[in-house]
């Protein structure tokens, strides 16, 4: 069992940055792959960012890639998302999940468990 909690999230004008943290419970931690995913009011959650078990593998999303940066210390428990040249269009809430598959999945069904979410808000 592993058990999620985000924060870092908050308000910010556009091209700002924020970093979020993920901190899990558990002795396990660095047996899964962590991810980032958002969503938006109306929209599907979209997934950001993962990174596999050992922080030596990552894989971003379209959307956010070369403007954020996916990390982990397992030694701290926790995963990093940071986030600079944010733009309106990312506002969302921000979730993270871990998974027990090997390498870096990015779809949402691959994960096990998953935090209650940051709201993260950019205005123009």
């Known amino acids: 069992q592993v058990h999620l909690v985000e924060s870092g999230g908050g308000l910010v004008q556009a091209g700002g940055s924020l970093r979020l943290s993920c901190a899990a419970s558990?002795?396990?931690?660095?047996?899964?792959?962590m991810g980032w995913f958002r969503q938006a009011p109306g929209k599907e959650r979209e997934f950001l960012a993962v990174?596999?078990?050992?922080?030596?593998?990552?894989y971003y999303a379209d959307s956010v890639k070369g403007r954020f940066t996916i990390s982990r210390d397992n030694a701290e428990n926790t995963s990093y998302l940071q986030m600079d040249s944010l733009k309106p269009e990312d506002t969302a809430v921000y979730y993270c999940a871990a998974s027990n598959r090997n390498g870096t999945p990015w779809r949402g069904n691959d994960y096990d468990y998953w935090g209650q979410g940051t709201q993260v808000t950019v205005s123009s």
């Open positions: 558990g002795r396990t931690f660095s047996r899964y792959a």
């Open positions: 990174v596999n078990w050992s922080g030596g593998a990552k």
